[in-house]
């Protein structure tokens, strides 16, 4: 393999961890919901909050499209 085929494998494992500290971020935040609701008290997540795990961790479609083409 080439360095650009390193490069672009690199820059696919990047974003995989990207996305799997998301997926572990975006379950707590849902259990930390379900928990407050199951005590009546009010959610300690918003929308807007879990949607901000996009930008968080990078994971839109133009900053995985940059990533891919410019590198880390």
Excluded at 22 to 44: D, F, P, T, V
């Amino acid at each position: 393999m080439d360095d650009f085929g390193i490069i672009k494998l690199q820059n696919i494992a990047y974003v995989n961890s990207q996305i799997a500290s998301a997926l572990i971020e975006l379950e707590a935040m849902k259990s930390e919901n379900a928990e407050a609701e199951r005590y009546g008290h009010s959610l300690a997540w918003s929308y807007n909050e879990f949607c901000s795990l996009i930008d968080k961790y990078q994971l839109g479609h133009n900053s995985v499209l940059t990533n891919f083409q410019n590198g880390l």
